[in-house]
Structures are given as structure tokens and as C-alpha cells.
């Protein structure tokens, strides 16, 4: 099974902390929509007709979409594509955008999950984030989208935010728990190059980020969510049986997908490759009925270290029958791995291994000190 992704590249404002490729100015809306659709018909012997069982609508901004765009897209992919279905279909929500009739919209057009960038449930919180929502935007739509049918809701939520106090960090996890959400994605807030937060930082305009305050939030939401019966599948998203993303997961499974729209990502098995992060250069090579976008084979060495960064994030663990299938020399690799479930950061499982508890919280590090050179 194969999955598509659709970059939207639009956000009404700019939040601080935000680097992903966006634009906030509309005008070019219905061009990129209608490029996209270009692209998906481009591209339609990327999966080499596998079946597809996942659809999701990423950004920037999906839910700036009109409902006709969004049938504009389902429609050329139902069209180029063999649509599973069954098939899991997200689209990324901003609060401000879903009143009661945009919900209702939604659902008519068959979206079954929603992912709603909530992020915080204090007003304060938002305000320093520049999000365009407000907490009562948030209860309210969540509230509209479980009587309109939608049972599959995810929320985005951020955590250690400076003006944060550990009690309100508790609160929004509870808010959640109260409003029987199945599925919670939860980051540490980071500091990226080239946002206003960053600058913000550098000018002393924001105090720096506390690690322990992002550590003691990250143990607070394991003990709050396992104690709920949520299972912490993957680094930062804990879900209830049966509510994983479906779409992410095959991220993480290796599964191939196809990304359309401007810098979005692909993956055939064998190469990676991306498309420009430019709305402009995006239309125009569109217009020449070319993709403008870069490829990269990726070699054993790249594929297994991939292997190691993506399987020590999740439960499923790193397998050593696909690490030891290049037949490359991992003697080295071997006797770290042996030295680190010693330590405990790492535990053995039936495949190979994974990290623990206590070794999550230094998992990426962990995986680029396991990494083939």
C-alpha cells in the first residue's frame, strides 16, 4: 500500500516558530491548485499503480481550501490513481477556519481524519506563538466536528513554550483527555534558523528555550496519556488502539508515497526526491507540464541509516535482518548497539532493537551515533 501527500503552501499569518515552506498571500490559490492537479496526473506511474490507502492534505493551510478545490484534487487523483476504499484521508485544520458548515463540507467530501492545530488551549500561549486562533475557537470545533460524525481527530499540541508554567501544561493534556480526542501529535518547541522566534532569541526580544522545562513536560504527557490507555507509538504521537495515523506510520514503515506541491517530498524505495520550495518557480515549471523538483538515489549506507534514525523513534524498532540484507561490514554498529542496551537506552526485541524510556529522550542523538559512515 502507497500513500499520497498534497502540500497546501498557504497560512493566513506567519507563526513564530514556524519554518515550513508557506506563503500568506492567496492571490496564487487556485493556480497552485490547479498545479497540483497537473503534477498528480504528471507523476501517475510514480507508485507504479500500487493501491493507495492513504491521502493527506499537508501545509501550510488545507482548510483555506474551498470545498471545490478540495473535490478538484480528490477527483484527479480518484481519476489517476487506485484509491483504496477504505482508504484514510486527512487534511490539516487551523481552528479559525472550521465553523459548523466547513465541517459539515468536509465530511460531505469523505475527509474521515481530521489533524486540527490546536497547540495550545491558553489564549496567552497562542498570542505569543502568533497563531490566528483563539482556546475557544479550538473547544468549540472540536466539539462541532465529533456531533457532525468525525471519529478519527488528532490535535496538535506544543510544549515547552517559556511563558508555559508546568500547570498549564497539565491542563491542556487534560482538556484533551476531557474531550475524548484519540490522538494527540505533542512537540518540544525548537528554535529554527530564519524565523521570527529565532530572531527574537538572537535579540534577547524572547527568553531561550529551557531543555529541563521541555524534558519535565515530555514525562508529564507519557505518565498522563499511558495512564489514558494511549499508546506512545512514535516519538511524539501517542494514539488509541486502532486511531494511529496510517499515513505516518508508512512513513516510518519505509512504504512509498508520492508528494505533490511545492517542497513536497517522495519516496519510491530507492530514491528520494523533492520538489521546489517556491510557489513561483513551482507554477511556472508546471505551466512547461515539468516538475520542478531534485532526485537523490539513495545508497545501502543511506537507506540503513534512515532505517536507524526512523526506527528508534517509533515502538516497531530497528530490524536487523533489513540492516544486515546490504551485506555492508556493521561490526561497529553491532558492538555500540550491544553497549547501549547495557547502558539501557536500548532493548532487544524479536526483529532487533529499539530504544527505551529513558533512551526516547536522546533518540535522535542516539541514532546519529549509530550511523554507517
Avoid at 499508546?231 to 511524539?236: A, K, Q
Amino acid at each position: 500500500m502507497a500513500g499520497i501527500y498534497i502540500h497546501i503552501p498557504f497560512c493566513k499569518k506567519a507563526c513564530h516558530y514556524c519554518d515550513f515552506h508557506f506563503s500568506t498571500s492567496l492571490q496564487h490559490q487556485q493556480a497552485i491548485v490547479n498545479a497540483i492537479g497537473k503534477e498528480l496526473e504528471l507523476r501517475k506511474a510514480y507508485l507504479q499503480n500500487e493501491p493507495i490507502q492513504t491521502i493527506y492534505f499537508g501545509g501550510g493551510t488545507p482548510s483555506l481550501l474551498t470545498k471545490a478545490q478540495l473535490q478538484q484534487i480528490l477527483n484527479i487523483i480518484n481519476d489517476n490513481f487506485q484509491v483504496e476504499s477504505n482508504s484514510e484521508i486527512t487534511l490539516e485544520a487551523n481552528p479559525d477556519d472550521l465553523s459548523k458548515s466547513k465541517l459539515e463540507e468536509l465530511f460531505s467530501l469523505g475527509i474521515n481524519r481530521l489533524s486540527i492545530g490546536v497547540q495550545s488551549f491558553f489564549d496567552t500561549h497562542l498570542q505569543w506563538m502568533n497563531r490566528a486562533h483563539n482556546a475557544q475557537e479550538s473547544w468549540q470545533c472540536l466539539q462541532w466536528a465529533k456531533e457532525i460524525g468525525f471519529e478519527n481527530i488528532t490535535i496538535d499540541l506544543i510544549y515547552g513554550i517559556p511563558q508555559m508554567t508546568d500547570g498549564e501544561w497539565k491542563e491542556n493534556i487534560q482538556k484533551t483527555l476531557d474531550l475524548g480526542i484519540p490522538h494527540i501529535s505533542a512537540y518540544n518547541l525548537t528554535v529554527e534558523e530564519k524565523t521570527v522566534l529565532h530572531h527574537q532569541i538572537e535579540n534577547k526580544k524572547s527568553p531561550k528555550l529551557d531543555d529541563a522545562q521541555g524534558e519535565r513536560n515530555f514525562n508529564v504527557l507519557q505518565e498522563m496519556l499511558k495512564a489514558n490507555d494511549y499508546v506512545h507509538y512514535e516519538i511524539s504521537n501517542f494514539g488509541k488502539e486502532g486511531y494511529f495515523s496510517k499515513h505516518n506510520t508508512s512513513y516510518w514503515q519505509s512504504k512509498r508515497y508520492l508528494g505533490v506541491g511545492p517542497s513536497a517530498h517522495s519516496f519510491d524505495g530507492v530514491s528520494r526526491s523533492w520538489n521546489v520550495s517556491n510557489n513561483n518557480l513551482y507554477l511556472q515549471g508546471l505551466e512547461k507540464e515539468k516538475v520542478p523538483s531534485k532526485k537523490e538515489m539513495l545508497q545501502p549506507k543511506d537507506l540503513i541509516n534512515e532505517h536507524l534514525m526512523i526506527g528508534l523513534r517509533n515502538i516497531w524498532g530497528c530490524d536487523w535482518q533489513y540492516i544486515t540484507s546490504f551485506g555492508l561490514d556493521i561490526e561497529e554498529l553491532t558492538q555500540k548497539v550491544e553497549v547501549l542496551i547495557k547502558i539501557g537506552d536500548l532493548e532487544t526485541t524479536e526483529k532487533g532493537f529499539k530504544t527505551t524510556h529513558k533512551g526516547l529522550l536522546f533518540a535522535d542523538g542516539i541514532a546519529s551515533d549509530l550511523f554507517l559512515e
